[in-house]
């Protein structure tokens, strides 16, 4: 008997594709219960990218400046997507925001990573803010995609220290680690319907205690 088909995932990044290498090596798994369709990267240079080729995923590189608006490379972008049959999309580190209507269309389906206990610190430089703020608690959230940034149902989050030593760096990298625990393990809990969306709101659905429990992480350093 063949083995039900697992929602294929398309992960989006810029830069660095640190995340997108920890859901590629979770994916390895026989039992990870999505298959990686393909990266995408909007900058064809992005270190992520050539990472994920020499895994032999399916990539693209397509520059967004190479479009005239936001409009026509999302247009391109969800050609891609429907081509490739994809089920769900995984942001990491993707520095491009996204019209309402590509949103709305992949409400529920698309989610994010982000290094801040959400909804502290939305955007950038949240290291240097949450240092500068004197929070003795940082971390990451896992977050479904909505029009405003950043705002999406919160799906899991994981906390680290804040220590009297660190900078803005040894922040990041303690957060990072965390965020690398937290990413695949909460796209496995979309990606078998264990988490969905109600409105701007998470369901959880026949998610046993353990499931709620992981959404909610202390990463010791
Ligand atoms: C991560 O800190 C992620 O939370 C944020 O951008 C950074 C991307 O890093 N959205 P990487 O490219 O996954 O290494």
């Not at 660095?16 to 369709?37: C, F, H, K, T, W």
């Amino acid at each position: 008997m063949t083995a039900p088909a697992k929602p294929r995932i398309a992960i989006l990044i810029s830069g660095r594709g640190s995340n997108m290498q920890a859901l590629v090596e979770a994916a390895r798994a026989p039992d990870y219960p999505v298959e990686i369709a393909l990266v995408i990267a909007n900058r064809p240079d992005a270190p992520g990218l050539a990472w994920a080729k020499a895994q032999g995923l399916s990539v693209l590189g397509f520059d967004h400046k190479h479009y005239e608006s936001r409009e026509h490379f999302e247009g391109q972008l969800q050609n891609v997507l429907e081509l490739s049959r994809v089920d769900i999309v995984a942001l990491a580190g993707f520095m491009r925001l996204m019209t309402a209507s590509f949103v709305a269309r992949w409400y529920g389906r698309m989610i994010n990573i982000h290094p801040s206990l959400l909804p502290v610190f939305k955007g950038l430089k949240t290291h240097e803010r949450a240092l500068e703020a004197g929070v003795r608690i940082a971390g990451c959230t896992v977050h479904f995609v909505s029009a405003e940034m950043d705002a999406g149902p919160i799906i899991g989050q994981a906390a680290v220290p804040v220590l009297a030593s660190d900078t803005a760096a040894t922040l990041a990298a303690r957060v990072l680690a965390a965020e690398h625990v937290l990413y695949p393990q909460m796209l496995a809990l979309v990606a078998t319907g264990k988490v969905r969306v109600d409105g701007d709101k998470i369901q959880w659905q026949d998610a046993g205690i353990t499931e709620i429990n992981q959404s909610t992480m202390l990463v010791s350093p």
